[in-house]
């Protein structure tokens, strides 16, 4: 059974920053990358970002980039999420996921994690 454990989040004032971490355990052995989408109230789950395990290719959405920076630790099954220059609409449940392929669309994710709260305040 696949596991994700995500940790790292919390508040923090617009302009702050945060890391968030995904440790990743169990079936996630045949995931070829691993991503981090978010969900705020009222939304749909959206993109934020993802890696590829074997090339390290990073892909973006287009509301972090240039500020989220994804990267990932192979010997540690691990992934995290520097998050820079945040903003108050980056105010959301941060979710760590696992795909057979890489995507940025949130249902074609695998397994996930249950998600953390990032909240930042103006």
């Known amino acids: 059974q696949a596991q994700l454990d995500e940790s790292g989040g919390g508040s923090v004032q617009a302009g702050g920053s945060l890391r968030l971490s995904c440790a990743a355990s169990?079936?996630?052995?045949?995931?070829?990358?691993m991503g981090w989408l978010r969900q705020a109230p009222g939304k749909e789950r959206e993109f934020v970002a993802t890696?590829?395990?074997?090339?390290?290719?990073?892909y973006y959405g287009d509301s972090v980039k240039g500020r989220f920076t994804i990267s990932r630790d192979n010997a540690k099954n691990a992934v995290y999420l520097q998050m820079n220059s945040l903003k108050p609409e980056d105010t959301a449940v941060y979710y760590c996921?696992?795909?057979?392929?890489?995507?940025?669309?949130?249902?074609?994710?695998?397994?996930w994690g249950q998600g953390i709260q990032v909240t930042v305040s103006s």
């Open positions: 169990g079936r996630t052995f045949s995931s070829n990358s």
């Open positions: 890696i590829i395990w074997r090339s390290g290719i990073t």
């Open positions: 996921a696992a795909s057979s392929i890489g995507t940025m669309t949130p249902s074609n994710y695998d397994y």
